[in-house]
């Protein structure tokens, strides 16, 4: 990892190596931030304070808020990473690209953190918490919102059941013939209803 | 729902038949023994100590662990009415059943052994193989087969990968404003999916 800027820690005793130790501790106090006040609420400096760690550090390890909330949710890939695989492109094609992307992220890891993801949300209202801020961030503002302003939140909430349904079957429950089907399966299978759910109609 | 067995008003006026006032506490004492050590990590015996049962109690009225375990997910209704509630009517209309249903039980818990049976099968293989069991059964064999012979275990998964997402967004999750969105709302946006995994064209 990079070790350009010294933490406190560092400071205080002048022979550490730079920074790895005010990694931990952001996250940690990420985690306890954003739960209690959400993704809109915290601030990059309160979550700096609250881990005894300089402002600028939460650029440097992580490169802003939101690649600081994704990485709170153990997230594989940080979201810019996502956006870039998902936004550009045929609106019309939108919801394949999601489902690829998905897809692709989360086979590289065999979906065990999407599974540990999945037990903290169902155990933790804070966990809970992360995930509702992320589907509204990420997913509603930053993918729906700009194709489908009409009732977006509505569409992002239903790609979400879609979405995480998809995971839990083919990572976490394992059940075939989704978990073993290639990529072009599931995409044509899935991908419509992703895209009614973005730009169809609802009703 | 599923309410055969006499209640306690029922035993105090001696109509009871033997055994009968096992059943629960065993039940009560399986749901949390699972929640506390998982399927794998409860034992039958530490079950029937909890519930100060004989341990041969379990395989009288359940059959034994894993039986017990479905038992104790506390489906609020059973799998056969389910099937009643879910199967008659027209074919067009199956998938809009199917949510009205899932809707309609589940409401009735508020979902908390929705987030119970997600963490167990998250945590415990053996959850997730009763549960992958639970689709190729019921919904695969009992529901889609019928209706859709032709590649009906990819359309039972696909129609599982809605179903649970739905119950993680709507119970677990609980994002708005699928949270608090009427039956009839769901039914319209997510019955077309589910209509389209069953009977509709996959590629």
Chains 1, 2 share one sequence.
């Not at 690829?100 to 993801?117: E, H, I, N, S």
């Amino acid at each position: 990892m990079a070790d350009a800027i010294p933490g406190p820690a560092a400071r205080r005793r002048g022979r550490r190596r730079a920074g790895e130790d005010t990694r931990e501790p952001l996250l940690a106090a990420a985690r306890a931030e954003f739960a209690a006040r959400g993704f809109e609420g915290a601030t990059v400096r309160r979550i700096a304070e609250r881990a005894g760690v300089d402002a600028a550090m939460v650029n440097h390890w992580f490169g802003g808020k939101e690649q600081l909330f994704v990485a709170a949710l153990d997230f594989p890939v940080d979201i810019s990473t996502i956006l870039d695989r998902v936004l550009p492109g045929d609106r019309d094609e939108l919801g394949a690209r999601i489902v690829r992307t998905f897809l692709t992220v989360w086979d590289t890891t065999g979906g065990a953190p999407l599974g540990t993801l999945i037990r903290s949300v169902a155990s933790h209202e804070s966990a809970a918490r992360l995930m509702r801020e992320f589907v509204a961030t990420a997913l509603a503002q930053r993918i729906v919102r700009p194709v489908a302003p009409d009732r977006h939140e509505m569409r992002a909430a239903l790609c979400g059941t879609q979405i995480i349904g998809l995971g839990m079957i083919r990572y976490v429950l394992r059940l075939e013939p989704i978990a073993s089907a290639t990529h072009d399966e599931v995409v044509t299978a899935v991908a419509p209803t992703l895209q009614r759910y973005l730009t169809g109609p609802l009703d």
